[in-house]
Structures are given as C-alpha cells and as structure tokens.
C-alpha cells in the first residue's frame, strides 16, 4: 500500500514538474529549472528561496557549500538525505544569485503549493527569511528560528539559511543546534498527547508573530 501510494506521488511530481517546465509565462526562463529531490513520501520537506549558481548548472536544489552543509547535518542527526525531500520556492535561479522578487514567488507560488500538497510532509522546514515569511508573513528569523508555527494545515519550523549560517558564526551555532531539535519536533508533532518539549523549542504565549503556534 506504502508502495503504491509513493509510487503516485511520484508520478504527480513528475507531471507538476513537466508542467512547470512547459509554463512560458514563467519569470527566470533563461535558467534551468530545478524542481527539487527526494522522498516524495517524507514527514520532512526543507525548502529554500531558490537555486543558486551550482544547483543552476547541476540541475539540483542544494548542492553547493549551503547544500553540503544542509546534507551533513541531515546526516549528523541520523537521517539519509534519501528520506527527506528538499526543494525551494522559486524554482530557477534569479540572476547574480540576487534575492527573488515579491513576483517571482507569486509566479512559482501555485507550483510550490502542488507541491507541498502531494508530498503532505507531517513538518516543513523553512530556511532563511524568504521562505520562513512565506508561510509565517510576520516572523522574524532571528527571533522565530528552531521554534514550531502552525501555517494553515502545515506545521512549520523555521531555521536559518545555510548559507547565512556559512558567513556567521552565531548563525552556525543556531542553526546546529535548533537542527539537532529535528527529530524531537517531528515526534512531537506525531504524537501530539507526549510530553511537551521545553523552551526554546516551543514559543512562549505573548511571543510574536501573530500566527497560530502549534503549542
């Protein structure tokens, strides 16, 4: 049953990615698409904000120094990077690995939400500001990092971008250790009735943003 039902998801996914590749309306044409990899039947969805240079040339979302560093410390919490799927908003590179535009995550936004829906992944791990706010429009990374949101049906657990974390030391040492809290988040989200797991992981009641927090 496992099986077949994967086995659609891939299909899906393979169908929502021709589609995109054959949407000429589509912002960024002039670079490759770079759809996203992985389980299509994970309880752990990352996504970033879109590929830079080498995930343009391989074809692949993460696979520079951001993205070797995002797979080892998948590693480093004993998962395999075959168990997860990871993919970003926008889904080509926007050029000079410049920010994307407010429109072009509108433009690739219907694409993402397909997406997440197929996957249904029990928690999305948003990293960096553009993705965290594109689910939670008032956090704050710095702030609402290695803590669980609740975002319409999804649960959410925003962490700093790799590559922000590469350029900052503080950053490295949040983001290792609000990534070590992974596993404890997703049993918790699991199984909702187990004891609750203590700040900082879960935010307090008068902490912002406004959005619905799980706990």
């Not at 951001?66 to 970003?88: C, M």
């Not at 939400?113 to 791990?125: D, N, Y």
């Not at 939670?136 to 710095?142: D, E, G, H, Q």
């Amino acid at each position: 049953m496992c099986h077949n039902v994967r086995m659609e998801k891939d299909k899906l996914l393979v169908e929502l990615e021709r589609e995109i590749a054959e949407d000429k309306k589509l912002p960024l044409l002039t670079a490759n698409l770079v759809f996203g990899e992985g389980n299509s039947s994970t309880e752990i969805l990352f996504i970033g904000e879109a590929p830079g240079q080498n995930e343009d040339i391989q074809k692949r979302p993460f696979v520079g120094k951001a993205g070797q560093l995002l797979r080892n410390l998948i590693k480093k919490i004993g998962w395999r990077e075959a168990d997860v799927y990871i993919t970003n908003i926008v889904k080509r590179r926007p050029p000079g690995n410049r920010d994307p535009l407010p429109e072009e995550i509108e433009a690739y936004k219907p694409y993402l939400t397909r997406q997440i829906e197929i996957i249904k992944p029990k928690l999305i791990v948003p990293l960096g500001r553009f993705a965290t706010n594109y689910f939670l429009p008032l956090a704050k990374i710095t702030r609402d990092q290695g803590k669980i949101f609740r975002a319409g049906e999804w649960r959410v657990f925003p962490l700093f971008h790799p590559a922000a974390a590469l350029r900052s030391p503080d950053m490295m040492k949040a983001l290792e250790e609000n990534f070590m809290k992974l596993p404890l988040a997703l049993e918790q989200i699991k199984n909702p009735s187990e004891k609750k797991i203590e700040d900082p992981l879960l935010p307090k009641k008068d902490e912002k943003p406004k959005q619905s927090q799980l706990f």
